[in-house]
Nanobody, 122 residues
Framework: QVQLVEAGGGLVQAGGSLRLSCAASGRTFSRYAVGWFRQAPGKERQFVAGIDWSGSIRRYADSVHGRFTISRDNAKNTVYLQMSSLKPEDTAVYLC???????????????WGQGTQVTVSS
C-alpha cells in the first residue's frame, strides 16, 4: 500500500518557478514508477512527467519539455517536479500517482495523491 501527498503548489506569475513534491508512505515506494498529471477545469487529466523506480528513465509531455524536471529521492520517499518558465496555461491541479512500470497513460496508476493547485497569473 502506498499513500501519496503532494505539496508545493501556489500562485506564481508567468515566467516564475515552483517545485512540487510528492511524499510517499510505504516501504516499497522505491519499486514504483511515479507520474505527475494535471487537470484544469473542464479539461481531461493529462500526463505531465514520469520517472521510473530508479530515476534513470524520465518522460515529459511535449508541452512541458525543457521547462519541467522530474526527479526522485528514494531515501526520502519523495518525487519532485521542478517547474520553470511557467505559463498561464500550466494552471491546473497537479496530482502524483504511482504504479509498477512507467507509463504516460493514467490507466494502471493505482495510487493517487489528493492534488495541489498551481495557478499562474499573466
Amino acid at each position: 500500500q502506498v499513500q501519496l501527498v503532494e505539496a508545493g503548489g501556489g500562485l506564481v506569475q508567468a515566467g516564475g518557478s515552483l517545485r512540487l513534491s510528492c511524499a510517499a508512505s510505504g516501504r516499497t515506494f522505491s519499486r514504483y514508477a511515479v507520474g505527475w498529471f494535471r487537470q484544469a477545469p473542464g479539461k481531461e487529466r493529462q500526463f505531465v512527467a514520469g520517472i521510473d523506480w530508479s530515476g534513470s528513465i524520465r518522460r515529459y509531455a511535449d508541452s512541458v519539455h525543457g521547462r519541467f524536471t522530474i526527479s526522485r529521492d528514494n531515501a526520502k520517499n519523495t518525487v519532485y517536479l521542478q517547474m520553470s518558465s511557467l505559463k498561464p496555461e500550466d494552471t491546473a491541479v497537479y496530482l502524483c500517482a504511482a504504479r509498477l512500470g512507467l507509463a504516460q497513460s493514467d490507466n494502471g496508476y493505482g495510487y493517487w495523491g489528493q492534488g495541489t493547485q498551481v495557478t499562474v497569473s499573466s
